[in-house]
C-alpha cells in the first residue's frame, strides 16, 4: 500500500472514530412527566399512571420504570456505569408521580435513554 493510500486510510478512521465519540455523548436535558412502569405505559397507552400503589406494585414484580412526557415521549432511565445497574430504585420514591428529572439523555433509533443525575416530585 503506498504512503498516501495510508495517510488517506488513518484521517478517515480518525474522522469516524471522532464523530462516534461526539454521538456517543449525552446531551444535558431537563425532563418532566410521570414515573410509571413500561408495561402500562405501551400496553394501556396511558398518559399517566393508574394509580401510585399499580405503579410500585409493576416495578416490584420487575416492570421497568420510565418517565412518561406530556407529549408521549418515554424516557428509559439508564445507569452511566459499566456494567450498568438497574434505575428502578431510584425512581421507586417517584413512582405514580410528576417529576422533574434533569441528566443527559441519549437517543438512538427513536428512544430516549436518561442518566439521572436529579430528580424531584413536581
Known amino acids: 500500500m503506498s ?3 495510508v495517510i488517506i486510510t488513518t484521517v478517515v478512521l480518525f474522522l469516524f472514530a471522532t ?5 456517543s455523548k449525552g446531551k444535558p436535558v ?3 412527566g410521570y ?4 408495561a402500562c405505559a405501551f400496553t394501556k397507552n396511558l398518559d399517566k399512571p393508574i394509580s401510585r400503589e399499580c405503579a410500585q406494585a409493576c416495578a416490584k414484580a420487575g416492570s421497568q420504570l420510565v ?6 415521549s ?10 450498568a445497574n438497574g434505575q428502578n430504585s431510584k425512581l421507586m420514591p417517584f413512582a405514580g408521580q410528576k417529576v422533574t428529572a434533569t441528566g443527559e439523555v441519549f437517543d438512538r433509533g427513536g428512544s430516549h ?3 439521572i443525575n436529579k430528580i424531584a416530585a413536581q
Open 30 to 32: 431537563t425532563v418532566k
Open 113 to 115: 435513554a436518561l442518566v
Open 3 to 5: 504512503s498516501h493510500r
Open 35 to 38: 414515573v410509571l412502569d413500561s
Open 67 to 72: 418517565i412518561l412526557t406530556p407529549d408521549g
Open 74 to 83: 418515554i424516557y428509559w432511565p439508564i445507569d452511566a456505569a459499566t456494567p
Open 19 to 23: 464523530a462516534f465519540a461526539a454521538d
